[in-house]
């Protein structure tokens, strides 16, 4: 097994979260519930980058900040009509999700 960090999410509805989330190129893993009506726990994944969306209000709190290197950011500048900022380190974009849970972003200059 590979270690790795899995940030969770603080979000009102798993379902909309992880079809907005598939925008950034992520797909739903899945899904739990300790019984039906309670509270969902998602897994969404992004090739080896994992996200855990809870509406479990203990988990998480709402506005946290998650840094997320990709390939193109271009691509995802596009899909979400936002401008790219060059930086020392790279280009960038952030968007925020429907919960208002932030997501920089960016690609690194080789």
Not at 11 to 34: I, M, N, P, S, T
Not at 75 to 81: L, N, R
Not at 84 to 107: A, Q
Request: net charge negative; hydrophobic share 45%; charged share 30%.
């Amino acid at each position: 097994m590979d270690e790795e960090v899995i940030p969770i999410l603080r979000v009102e509805d798993a379902a909309a979260a992880a079809g907005w989330y598939e925008r950034l190129g992520f797909a739903k893993q899945w899904e739990h519930r300790f019984e039906a009506g309670f509270p969902a726990f998602v897994e969404v994944a992004r090739g080896r980058v994992r996200l855990f969306l809870s509406e479990h209000k203990g988990d998480a709190r709402p506005d946290t900040l998650v840094y997320l290197r990709v390939r193109d950011v271009d691509a995802i500048a596009g899909e979400f009509g936002v401008p790219v900022k060059e930086v020392p380190w790279g280009r960038e974009v952030e968007v925020c999700d429907l919960d208002g849970n932030r997501l920089r972003i960016g690609t690194p200059t080789q």
